[in-house]
Every structure is written in C-alpha cells, then in structure tokens.
C-alpha cells in the first residue's frame, strides 16, 4: 500500500468554481501534511501547511481528519492561474516527506 | 536567499556515460534530499542527509547510483553507467529538520539516450 494515496484526476473546473481534492495515507503516526503545487515542467513549491484544526488561506482551506488519515484541499473561486498539479505530503515524522502522485486541475475560461 | 540550486538545468547524455547532477542548498538547511521524478511513478526519494551524513539511501536504484555531500553547501548525485530508463527530471530539496516542508530547486532534466 502506498503512503499516500491521491485522485490523479483530471479535474476540469470552470473558471468560479468550487472545487475539492482528497487524499488518504496509510502511517497513522504521521506528524505533519502539507499540500505543494506544482506547474508543468517546474518544481513543486509549498502551498500550505494543514493543521488538526483546519486552516485557511483565501480562497484556500484545508482540513485534516486523523482518525480517517484523511486530508482535503478545497479551492473557492477558481482562478485560470490555479491550474497545476495538487501533490498531498505527508511527513512520517523521520522529516522524510511521503509525496502523493498528485491531483491535475485544469481551470476553463 | 537564492533558494536551492541545481546544475545543469538539462543533460542529455549517452548511454555508458558518467553523470553528474549537483546541489547547492539554502544556507543553513542542514538536511539535503534527493528526489527522481517520472510520469509513471511520481515523485521518488532517493537519498537524504542530515548534518552532511547520509541517513536513508534505500531509494537508490541500484549501485550505479551514488550521492556524496562533503559539506554543507554542496552535494552530487552521480550515476556511472547511465541508462536509458535513468531518463527522469532529478530534484534536490533542503529543509531545517524540523519536521516541516521542503524547499525544491528546479530540478535537472536528464535525458540518456
């Protein structure tokens, strides 16, 4: 089973929409998520941390369910620019981070 | 902070010859990894150091593969022989072990052909 476990997708939002990706991950010991993005033929760069409580970043909200191993990403709003491959991350508490396939949206005009 | 830095940006090599990827992290970070990215298998860990010393390198391929950090600003992933199916974008990340999320460099573009 792998560590983490995400959607490949595609999604294939209109511009406005709400739009929300899961992902699972197996080690309950886990000690700290993330959710990065990453642009066709770029690096992948940190979009934010989750926490136990959930946390928001504008049009951006993330929540955490540690008795599922459940992590969600929920985007408001839908921008063009917001268009990229979502990775789930999941820190096994060795800082060795457990990335996920990652989830592709693509944002229509 | 000039982030984490890798050369060459892309390599195309033949089969049978030496590779040479090469790290500068953030100053400061002092864990290093090495990450191996494909379309098939996303995102692959390869090796990761701490205070310079290597501390998991189960994510090595195979023995063609080898990773050296001799200080703190620099490492090298080297692969000797090259193969076609090493053909990959090869990225280097630090962080402050911490626990907390990576910082990527643009990655190496290999192409073996």
């Known amino acids: 089973r792998k560590e983490v476990e995400q959607d490949p997708g595609p999604f294939n939002v209109p511009e406005g929409a709400t739009v929300a990706f899961n992902c699972t991950y197996s080690?309950?010991?886990?000690?700290?998520f993330f959710w990065y993005r990453q642009d066709c033929r770029k690096e992948p760069k940190l979009l934010m941390s989750?926490?136990?409580s959930g946390n928001e970043d504008g049009r951006f909200t993330a929540q955490l369910n540690r008795a599922s191993q459940y992590i969600s990403l929920l985007i408001r709003d839908s921008k063009l620019s917001d268009s990229a491959t979502y990775l789930c991350?999941?820190?096994?508490?060795?800082?060795?981070?457990?990335f996920g396939t990652g989830t592709r949206l693509t944002v229509i005009p | 902070d000039a982030g984490v830095i890798q050369s060459p940006r892309h390599e195309v090599t033949e089969m049978g010859q030496e590779v040479t990827l090469r790290c500068k992290p953030i100053?400061?970070?002092?864990?290093l990894f090495w990450y191996r990215q494909t379309m098939m298998r996303g995102l692959e860990l390869l090796i990761y150091?701490?205070?310079?010393?290597?501390?998991?390198d189960s994510g090595m391929p195979e023995d063609r593969f080898s990773a050296k950090m001799p200080n703190a600003s620099f490492s090298t992933l080297k692969i000797q022989p090259s193969e076609p199916r090493d053909s990959a974008v090869y990225f280097c990340a630090s962080n402050v072990d911490r626990g907390g999320g990576y910082t990527f460099g643009s990655g190496t573009r290999l192409t073996v052909v």
């Open positions: 991350v999941v820190n096994s508490g060795a800082n060795n981070l457990f």
């Open positions: 989750v926490y136990s």
């Open positions: 150091f701490n205070n310079n010393v290597p501390i998991d």
């Open positions: 080690n309950s010991a886990s000690q700290s």
């Open positions: 100053s400061g970070h002092n864990s």
